[in-house]
């Protein structure tokens, strides 16, 4: 069984049934999880303003047969969903069902009864929520990890991006498996390739100049892009790393640290919070950075970007 | 015998042999430093960090006028062992010797 939540109302009880005919949930689940990636959002990461908001849909029991893709509770009709349209059309249909499940009584049908002009009534509010959705904005919920915090970019550019912050760790790179075979790419980009990878050398783009333009056009080639060219939720964790060079000798990236604070490894050396002079690195376009003199810039890499 | 020259943060850092003979007088240079008692020298940050030297009997760190790695810390005030192993530097990173110079002697 599962349980469908129509969120929409303020003061009375949103609609809500039970699909109680377990081989129509089970269609139902599956014919979702063929197309989760587009379609499914979750539960409180889209629209969260007055009237029409997103169909909650969520599991009865914790031992339901489930889909894998499918989380115990998301949500359909939500403009969360990485395809809105695609969303709402699976949730209209839902929703169209409405009045079939009267039979199995939930404390709010007194207020919210399941019947005909519930259902047309949240059809029509669905239609114009989809026709105009709204402009909303709010930090994306993600499965939960101690280690990370989403970070909101206001400033210096109120661009709507969003990026992941982690709990410095040097521990895991500073080890004897770890840490001769891991540079600043790796830590920065937090990957660990054992390969003491270069920037494009994964897409055939390495370079041997070392000048902001050419290191930058190959941390491109390998997925980075420049700060404020926002990466959907769909790419996270997100970092934020910082790139340096030494002109005409190396470069170094740094990635900042959950606390305000950046990490970097310098080559093969331990992975670190200090810089050249041992001060806390708050600021990598000021801090000591020994002959890496040139600052490039900031870029985001998601978790599609492969290096090597 | 293999050095490795630390220097680079991004790129792999430059590596070359030192044949039988180089490798003697590199054995010759140490066995005349004097032992030392002090602790290594801090983990350096960007920008050269010293030589390693690696043979089958040692992995040794020189810099900043000491060596640690072997049986003992040794001393090398002088810096005279810096400046033998960055004349064995292969052609190839000629561009990087004035810059190493430059960080023994500055």
């Keep these: ?308 | 015998m293999i050095v490795e020259l630390g220097i680079f943060s991004g790129r792999p850092d430059p590596r070359w042999p030192l044949d039988p003979g180089a490798a003697a007088e590199f054995r010759a240079l140490l066995a005349g430093l004097a032992r030392e008692d002090a602790n290594p020298p801090p983990a350096p940050g960007l920008g050269y960090r010293g030589f390693t030297v690696t043979d089958s009997e040692a992995v040794r760190q020189v810099f900043n006028g000491r060596i640690t790695g072997g049986d003992a810390t040794l001393a090398d005030p002088g810096r005279t062992v810096e400046r033998w192993l960055l004349g064995t530097l292969p052609p190839e990173f000629e561009p990087l010797r004035p810059v190493v110079s430059a960080a023994i002697d500055g």
């Design chain 1, 1 to 308: 069984m599962l349980r469908v939540d129509v969120d929409i109302f303020s003061g009375r009880p949103n609609p809500a049934w039970v699909v109680t005919d377990e081989d129509a949930a089970g269609a139902l689940l599956e014919e979702i999880a063929a197309v989760a990636e587009e379609a499914v959002g979750l539960s409180g990461a889209g629209y969260g303003g007055l009237g029409y908001r997103e169909v909650v849909i969520s599991s009865m029991s914790d031992d339901e047969s489930w889909p894998e893709p499918l989380p115990r509770t998301f949500t359909l009709g939500t403009i969360g969903a990485p395809d809105p349209g695609r969303s709402a059309e699976l949730a209209r249909r839902i929703v169209a069902d409405m009045p079939r499940y009267r039979a199995f009584k939930l404390p709010g049908h007194a207020e919210t009864p399941l019947d005909d002009a519930t259902r047309d009534l949240v059809l029509e509010q669905m239609d114009r929520f989809f026709q105009d959705p709204p402009e909303w904005f709010r930090p994306p919920l993600f499965p939960s990890n101690s280690l990370r915090t989403t970070i909101s970019e206001d400033e210096p550019i109120d661009a709507g991006c969003f990026y992941e912050v982690s709990e410095f760790n040097p521990d895991f790179w500073n080890r004897p498996e770890v840490q001769p075979y891991n540079n600043c790419y790796n830590y920065a980009r937090n990957y660990r390739t054992d390969t003491f990878a270069q920037p494009g050398r994964a897409h055939g783009a390495q370079t041997d100049v070392m000048a902001c333009a050419d290191v930058s056009r190959a941390a491109l080639a390998d997925g980075l892009v420049r700060r404020f060219d926002c990466l959907p939720d769909s790419e996270y964790p997100r970092r934020l790393m910082a790139l340096v060079i030494w002109p005409g000798v190396d470069y170094h990236w740094y990635r900042e640290q959950r606390g305000d604070f950046w990490g970097h490894k310098p080559g093969s050396t331990a992975a670190r919070n200090y810089d050249n002079r041992g001060a806390l690195i708050t600021n990598p376009e000021t801090c000591d950075r020994g002959g890496y003199t040139d600052f490039c810039g900031y870029f985001y890499a998601g978790k599609s970007v492969v290096i090597n």
